[in-house]
């Protein structure tokens, strides 16, 4: 069955410290990744896609087809950073659910 | 470019009854999702419409239910609604060209409250 997993439900960590939000898939064929983030009374918006290779807010996630993960990083959190974050695969379309989320707590 | 819209934005209704919710996706997009987001089952797709068609379903009974329009709107209807129901909707729309898959925009959401 193809499916995503985000085995934390909350992530607390301090201001400063690295922050890693887990996203484990099980998927034929070649999933395209996506992570969408919501702040606090803000609509659910795309944070990043793995295709791109970008660098959002500081935030990188690589592919990892072996280990079939998509996990999102940073290396110094900020306070804003503070949100719901849900890993997609391709994108939440065709059907496909996104994960339940970690709501990610950066404390002062 | 106007985002996506969802109407009403929050509604309270008793058990029992029935209630329509509307969205209009961004102009040029024609596929259209709706997902039910509580706290503690996140977000669950519900349904996904692409050129008035139903192209997939959700883990939903048959009291979920929706269309598609010409003008590529769409609704969702929840009929005998259950407390359980008492969630944030939202509806989505994206770009579709065959073999590619675009982002999808989020509405606002509308607030349902069944008491």
């Known amino acids: 069955a193809q499916r995503v997993t985000q085995p934390e439900k909350l992530l607390s960590v301090f201001k400063g410290a690295p922050v890693e939000l887990k996203c484990n898939y099980s998927y034929s064929g070649s999933p395209e990744l996506f992570w969408y983030v919501q702040y606090s009374r803000q609509r659910l918006q795309l944070l990043l896609r793995?295709?791109s290779r970008e660098s959002i807010k500081g935030f990188t996630a690589d592919l990892n087809k072996g280990e079939t993960s998509f996990h999102l990083k940073k290396p110094f959190a900020q306070e804003e950073d503070s949100a719901m974050y849900y890993c997609a695969p391709r994108g939440g379309a065709d059907g496909l659910t996104f994960g339940k989320g970690t709501h990610l707590i950066i404390q002062p | 470019k106007a985002g996506v819209t969802q109407t009403p934005r929050y509604l309270i209704k008793t058990r029992g009854q029935q209630v329509t919710l509307s969205c209009s996706p961004i102009s040029g997009h024609r596929s259209v999702s709706w997902y039910q987001q509580t706290p503690g089952q996140g977000l669950q797709f519900l349904f996904e419409y692409f050129s008035e068609t139903q192209r997939n379903k959700g883990n939903f009974p048959g009291r979920f239910s929706g269309r598609q329009f010409s003008n590529s709107r769409s609704e969702m209807n929840v009929s005998t609604l259950e407390l359980g129901d008492s969630a944030l909707y939202l509806c989505?729309?994206?770009?579709?060209?065959?073999?590619?898959?675009?982002?999808?925009?989020f509405g606002p959401g509308t607030r349902l409250t069944v008491t």
């Open positions: 989505a729309s994206r770009y579709t060209l065959a073999g590619l898959t675009y982002e999808q925009y």
């Open positions: 793995h295709i």
